[in-house]
């Protein structure tokens, strides 16, 4: 079975600290990406990765930062956690090759942010 | 750019109804599409996906949908909705040269009334 594992599911950090969430995926895929998810405003991209090291900015990267340091795992970093940064967050990953390629998720990471 | 609009927020039917779930595109080209599950608290669940050929793609848990190329649509439906139906589905989008991103719409949340 496939499998993305991210490691904190809920978490409560205060204004101004700095927050780290951790993926990790068991399939060897080459892509990984950090989805925002909201009511109302579905999934948003923040960052995808296509290769160790390698990094692209997503539809709203403002406030975040990324690793990828080694292919099995990608974190997401708020240098400066804000209110406003409150939400699900959502890792997935695919394999390189056709656009089509199924994104398999990890079961989310609920932010809240005092 | 690509998007994707679920017009429905909110949809409740009866177990044992037949359920549509509609979903409209905007893309110049031919689309990849899917169509995500995501039950509360967990991650999405690939339900099916369009790349090419047959416009009725079948998935799993009994749901299919069917690409309009000339509605732009791909909406989700299942003959004989279950309780364990109830989730918010989530339809998206990829294209060629997207390098693997997906671009989704805002969900549809549906409640199964027994």
């Known amino acids: 079975d496939v499998k993305v594992t991210q490691s904190s599911r809920y978490l409560v950090k205060r204004t101004g600290e700095k927050v780290f969430l951790e993926c990790v995926q068991d399939?060897?895929?080459?892509?990984m990406f950090w989805y925002r998810q909201d009511p109302g405003l579905g999934l948003r991209l923040i960052y995808f990765?296509?290769?160790?090291?390698?990094?692209e900015k997503g539809d709203i990267p403002e406030g975040y930062s990324v690793s990828r340091e080694k292919k099995e795992r990608f974190s997401l970093i708020l240098e400066s956690a804000s209110t406003n940064q409150t939400s699900m967050y959502l890792c997935?990953?695919?394999?390189?090759?056709?656009?089509?390629?199924?994104?398999?998720f990890g079961e989310g990471s609920w932010l809240t942010v005092v | 750019a690509q998007s994707v609009t679920q017009p429905d927020i909110h949809i409740t039917v009866s177990e044992g109804a037949s359920l549509e779930l509609r979903c409209n595109y905007s893309?110049?080209?031919?689309?990849?599409l899917f169509w995500y599950v995501q039950s509360p608290g967990q991650g999405l669940q690939l339900l099916l996906k369009?790349?090419?050929?047959?416009?009725l793609v079948q998935g799993i848990k009994g749901f299919e949908a069917e690409f309009k190329r000339s509605q732009s649509s791909f909406n989700l439906r299942k003959p004989s909705v279950h309780w364990s139906d109830a989730a918010e589905y989530f339809c998206?989008?990829?294209?060629?040269?997207?390098?693997?991103?997906?671009?989704f719409g805002t969900g549809t949340q549906l409640k199964v009334e027994l």
């Open positions: 399939m060897d895929h080459e892509n």
């Open positions: 997935a990953s695919n394999r390189q090759g056709a656009s089509g390629n199924t994104i398999y």
């Open positions: 893309y110049g080209a031919t689309p990849y």
């Open positions: 369009y790349f090419s050929g047959d416009t």
């Open positions: 998206a989008v990829g294209y060629t040269g997207g390098g693997n991103k997906l671009t």
């Open positions: 990765s296509y290769d160790v090291k390698m990094k």
